[in-house]
């Protein structure tokens, strides 16, 4: 696909957002094929390996010829908890590990609504343990996740926090739902200039937390105690739904004394990173993630 102006990109992206009314199984499959049409050759030179943490949890190591060895990325994709993948996320991988000169470790968690909440987080606790057990250090683990992959990330620290586990030096996430009940104006003020929708959030909430509580802390970040996390780096676009919660949320991790970037991309929308082979700015803030990562 050639490049687009991000306007242009929106519209296309809009014509390929699959339809959430239909079968969970179709829904993943439109997704899939959905972001397939996006990576264009970005993992082409990408060495992928799969590795078995648990018989119903698989993940994948991801190497290009710049990686290294120092870091190792723990990746988590998007897909609103109830679809995505590692291959549907390769190319956006393969450019993480370029970027950041490391190896990634990307985890095809379990999905809603057959495993509801908290399953992702316990799979990202168990990946975590993994790399460990492997005697990867965790000074040299950074967790980086995507939207709902972003929402896992911070799961995955809170975790490791409340049961004194080794922490991470650091973590990246990109467009995270921070708030299950999606509380800011931008959900309004931005519903024209984002692909996804308040019908789908709200279908998000309902599927993934299947009744449980939205201000539980592991799946709502921004209810957390937040004192005693790694630094943190985040990213949003102004023209996000989700741009006032995440805004909100960075603001409450300063004031729990956490040391965090966040990075404002003017006019982007939601995950605009997976879009880099399109607009320049998506390759914009890869760049920046592997920077961080290289100097967690």
């Known amino acids: 696909m050639t490049r687009q102006t991000p306007a242009d990109l929106l519209t296309i992206i809009r014509s390929f957002v699959p339809d959430m009314t239909k079968p969970i199984a179709t829904v993943r499959k439109d997704f899939s094929a959905f972001y397939d049409e996006f990576q264009e050759d970005a993992a082409e030179s990408a060495h992928w390996d799969l590795i078995e943490i648990r018989p119903d949890l698989p993940a994948y190591r991801i190497t290009v010829p710049e990686s290294t060895g120092n870091r190792t990325v723990l990746f ?23 970027a950041s000169k490391a190896t990634v470790f990307s985890v095809d968690y379990r999905l809603a609504p057959e495993h509801p909440f908290p399953a992702a987080v316990e799979d990202a606790v168990a990946a975590y343990q993994y790399l460990i057990e492997m005697d990867v250090g965790a000074h040299r683990i950074i967790p980086v996740g995507i939207s709902a992959g972003g929402t896992i990330v911070l799961g995955l620290l809170l975790a490791l926090r409340d049961r004194k586990l080794p922490m991470p030096v650091g973590a990246a996430c990109m467009s995270p739902m921070v708030d299950m ?67 909100a949320f960075v603001e409450k991790t300063r004031w ?31 760049e920046k993630i592997g920077k961080f990562v290289q100097g967690a």
């Open 181 to 247: 009940n999606f509380s800011g104006e931008s959900v309004v003020r931005n519903r024209e200039s984002d692909w996804i929708s308040a019908a789908r959030l709200a279908n998000i909430r309902a599927t993934y937390l299947a009744g449980h509580d939205p201000t539980d802390p592991l799946a709502s970040p921004i209810a957390a105690r937040l004192n005693g996390l790694p630094r943190l780096y985040l990213q949003a676009g102004t023209h996000e739904l989700l741009f006032d919660s995440i805004s």
């Open 256 to 286: 729990a004394g956490v040391p965090v970037q966040f990075d404002v991309w003017e006019g982007m929308f939601h995950c605009w990173q997976v879009f880099a082979g399109q607009i320049p700015e998506g390759q914009e803030a890869i």
């Open 76 to 98: 988590f994709h998007g897909g609103g908890f109830n679809a995505g993948s590692t291959g549907d996320h390769l190319g956006l991988c393969a450019r993480i590990a370029r």
